[in-house]
């Protein structure tokens, strides 16, 4: 699997983006997908994850209720909705996929795609 992420920008706090991560490659509906991010100076974290079929969904508790991932399969594609961004959501974003739901955020994706910067200005 191949995935080229995008949509990243710079917006003040409580604006919104939209980030998407483009899959190719493989099957694209037997890969849960998911977003993590790292921040300046800290390690990756994890974001959100959605399975295959959109049906589970998953978040850090530091962007529950304001980022909403989502999938659509026929486009090979998966997106964050950020809305409400802090200074703190400043970060480099990656997308990532695995063939196991629950890996997104117990162990280490099998893939990932390179990052796309979202700078959050107070």
């Known amino acids: 699997v191949q995935l080229q992420a995008s949509g990243g920008g710079s917006v003040q706090a409580g604006g919104s983006l939209r980030l998407s991560c483009a899959a190719s490659?493989?099957?694209?509906?037997?890969?849960?997908m998911g977003w993590f991010r790292r921040a300046p100076g800290m390690e990756r974290a994890f974001v959100a994850a959605v399975s295959w079929s959109g049906g589970s969904k998953f978040y850090a508790d530091s962007v529950k209720g304001r980022f909403t991932i989502s999938i659509d399969n026929a486009k090979n594609t998966v997106y964050l909705r950020m809305d409400s961004l802090k200074p703190e959501d400043t970060a480099v974003y990656y997308c990532?996929?695995?063939?196991?739901?629950?890996?997104?955020?117990?162990?280490?994706?099998?893939?990932w795609g390179q990052g796309t910067l979202v700078t959050v200005s107070s």
């Open positions: 490659g493989r099957t694209f509906s037997r890969y849960a």
């Open positions: 990532a996929a695995d063939v196991v739901y629950n890996n997104m955020w117990r162990r280490t994706p099998g893939y």
